[in-house]
């Protein structure tokens, strides 16, 4: 575990009279659901040996800063998470409000309101982990050689932060976190198609690796193609956004639960239809700007500049040229006219000249 007592708990965030003891739950819970996933297996496992070494052994340059940063991230979530289990205690008359004369309980709303600020706090300090460590990749071999990179480099779009400058909301770091199988979705079945699974891999394999290295013509080529990314995840997570599936079955999301005072409890649910209109247009939008990465890839494509997609193109241009001349072949032998134009299944509109 990355604390080991309170005082260095309130360094990293505002809490009360509260024990230590009645915590650590909470942080082993957050160091499992929120840290490990970052840096990695490896990564934390050392990084907990070397502190509970300390200061018998100081920490290294490097992990002090880590543990920083990662403290930076772990308080916010611990109290996140022990919040709700503060607010009852549990005895032989059963589950009873933790409350006295001079000590009220709080609102909901008030609870709402400082889970949720606790929650983006961590998750923005969990980017700002992620920031440090790929500025500072070379003093932390156990990460980028964890499954946990692996992941982390999976998609395009890798960050809340990056995902809002492409389509900003009000709560980027909650919605990014649900939307990330949406995005893998839309990457692997729109994106993947459309520029074809050479390329697509091509650039997937480049952008997996520490060190990517991208061209001037790829970095445009992906920029285009995040924004596309952006707008039809966006699309595509509306529906799996207005509702929630747990134990209880799949429920419709509402405001009930916040007070009027707090500012959430004064929105209501969008109506289908501006659901519907917000879905339409981000989808339109998403196709334009994949559509503007297909022109790039078609105006720069070469034997020398992205490749596979070349290479792709020559391929199906051949075919269609091939099968043209054999169905030529066949209705001069039989004697029958025919338009053996084959332009319009090309592929990719605008054809791609031998």
Same mark, same amino acid.
């Given at each position: 575990?990355?604390?080991?007592?309170?005082?260095?708990?309130?360094?990293?965030?505002?809490?009360?009279?509260?024990?230590?003891?009645?915590?650590?739950?909470?942080?082993?819970?957050?160091?499992?659901?929120?840290?490990?996933?970052?840096?990695?297996?490896?990564?934390?496992?050392?990084?907990?040996?070397?502190?509970?070494?300390?200061?018998?052994?100081?920490?290294?340059?490097?992990?002090?800063?880590?543990?920083?940063?990662?403290?930076?991230?772990?308080?916010?979530?611990?109290?996140?998470? /022990?919040?709700?289990?503060?607010?009852?205690?549990?005895?032989?008359?059963?589950?009873?409000?933790?409350?006295?004369?001079?000590?009220?309980?709080? #609102?909901?709303?008030?609870?709402?309101?400082?889970?949720?600020?606790?929650?983006?706090?961590?998750?923005?300090?969990?980017?700002?982990?992620?920031?440090?460590? !790929?500025?500072?990749?070379?003093?932390?071999?156990?990460?980028?050689?964890?499954?946990?990179?692996?992941?982390?480099?999976?998609?395009?779009?890798?960050?809340?932060?990056?995902?809002?400058?492409?389509?900003?909301?009000?709560?980027?770091?909650?919605?990014?976190?649900? &939307?990330?199988?949406?995005?893998?979705?839309?990457?692997?079945?729109?994106?993947?198609?459309?520029?074809?699974?050479?390329?697509?891999?091509?650039?997937?394999?480049?952008?997996?690796?520490?060190?990517?290295?991208?061209?001037?013509?790829? &970095?445009?080529?992906?920029?285009?193609?995040?924004?596309?990314?952006?707008? /039809?995840?966006?699309?595509?997570?509306?529906?799996?956004?207005?509702?929630?599936?747990?134990?209880?079955?799949?429920?419709? &999301?509402?405001?009930?639960?916040?007070?009027?005072?707090?500012?959430?409890?004064?929105?209501?649910?969008?109506?289908?239809?501006?659901?519907?209109?917000?879905?339409?247009?981000?989808?339109?939008?998403?196709?334009?700007?994949?559509?503007?990465?297909?022109? /790039?890839?078609?105006?720069?494509?070469?034997?020398?500049?992205?490749?596979?997609? /070349?290479?792709?193109?020559?391929?199906?241009?051949?075919?269609?040229?091939?099968?043209?001349?054999?169905?030529?072949? !066949?209705?001069?032998?039989?004697?029958?006219?025919?338009?053996?134009?084959?332009?319009?299944? &090309?592929?990719?509109?605008?054809? #791609?000249?031998?």
């Amino acid at each position: 575990m990355l604390f080991s007592n309170i005082q260095e708990i309130k360094k990293h965030t505002e809490v009360g009279a509260i024990s230590f003891a009645a915590l650590t739950k909470s942080i082993r819970l957050a160091e499992i659901q929120y840290i490990k996933p970052v840096i990695g297996t490896a990564l934390y496992n050392t990084l907990t040996t070397a502190y509970a070494a300390s200061p018998a052994t100081p920490l290294s340059a490097p992990f002090e800063k880590l543990l920083f940063l990662i403290r930076e991230a772990l308080g916010p979530l611990a109290s996140y998470i /022990y919040i709700p289990k503060a607010e009852v205690q549990l005895t032989d008359a059963g589950a009873l409000r933790a409350e006295t004369a001079n000590n009220k309980s709080a #609102f909901q709303y008030q609870v709402n309101n400082q889970r949720a600020q606790l929650f983006t706090e961590g998750i923005m300090m969990t980017e700002e982990l992620l920031a440090f460590l !790929e500025t500072n990749k070379a003093d932390y071999t156990d990460w980028t050689g964890s499954n946990e990179f692996k992941k982390y480099r999976s998609l395009f779009i890798k960050t809340a932060g990056e995902f809002d400058l492409l389509f900003s909301s009000a709560t980027p770091y909650r919605n990014y976190y649900f &939307m990330r199988s949406v995005m893998s979705d839309v990457e692997e079945l729109l994106i993947k198609k459309a520029i074809g699974t050479p390329q697509y891999t091509a650039l997937k394999t480049k952008d997996a690796l520490a060190n990517p290295g991208f061209t001037d013509e790829e &970095m445009e080529l992906l920029r285009l193609l995040k924004h596309s990314i952006a707008h /039809y995840t966006v699309s595509k997570a509306i529906p799996r956004l207005a509702v929630t599936m747990d134990a209880q079955g799949i429920t419709v &999301m509402t405001t009930s639960a916040h007070g009027t005072d707090d500012a959430l409890g004064k929105k209501t649910a969008a109506a289908d239809n501006q659901l519907s209109q917000l879905q339409r247009q981000s989808e339109t939008d998403g196709g334009t700007w994949l559509g503007e990465a297909l022109d /790039y890839l078609k105006a720069t494509a070469s034997n020398t500049v992205f490749v596979p997609w /070349y290479n792709e193109q020559l391929a199906i241009a051949e075919a269609a040229a091939a099968r043209e001349n054999n169905e030529r072949a !066949e209705c001069e032998g039989s004697g029958t006219p025919g338009d053996f134009s084959d332009s319009a299944n &090309m592929g990719i509109s605008g054809g #791609f000249t031998l």
